[in-house]
């Protein structure tokens, strides 16, 4: 026995508006709250080795410490990585401040890395600073600063 066409025509609209109401749930995620997702996302990506996907939110323009640019950043990224077979990222807090299309964001982070044992072999704190540009839904870091804490 087929379907009725109203039917047909129901299903298709309760798909249609389950559909547009997650596109619409996206959308109206605050700033600061997508922000502090992408961090958490690059946090979880350098952890997994994921560098290509973690220069994926690095803006072609970046600038960093000792006038580091966005090519640097990866060759020093990819250089951690393949250096230890575990590479820890811990934050602390961070603190979101949201201009318009802009924001910063500022925490502590500590570094650890090692052969992927229980204890690291190398560790490091370091106060962070960063600058954001939005992109779309997603933040593009365009600047970053760092200083190694005692």
């Known amino acids: 026995m087929k ?3 109203k039917a047909r025509m129901g299903w298709a609209g309760l798909c249609l508006l389950t559909a547009l ?9 605050p700033p600061e709250q997508r922000l502090r997702e992408q961090i958490s996302q690059l946090q979880a990506q ?8 973690v220069m994926d939110a690095v803006a072609e323009d970046f600038s960093g410490n000792d006038a580091m640019d966005r090519a640097t950043l990866h060759n020093l990224l990819r250089a951690q990585v393949l250096s230890r077979q575990a590479v820890g990222v811990t934050l602390g807090p961070v603190a979101v401040e949201v201009k318009g299309q802009t924001a910063t964001a500022s925490f502590e982070m500590i570094l650890t890395g090692g052969n992927g044992g229980w204890i690291p072999e190398t560790g490091a704190a370091y106060r962070v600073e960063t600058g954001w540009r939005a992109d779309g839904q997603d933040w593009k870091l365009y600047s970053a600063s760092w200083q190694r804490k005692l």
């Not at 350098?46 to 996907?53: D, E, H, K, T």
């Open 3 to 5: 379907p009725r066409p």
């Open 21 to 29: 109401s997650a596109l619409l749930a996206c959308q109206r995620t």
């Open 46 to 53: 350098v952890q997994a080795r994921q560098i290509s996907r």
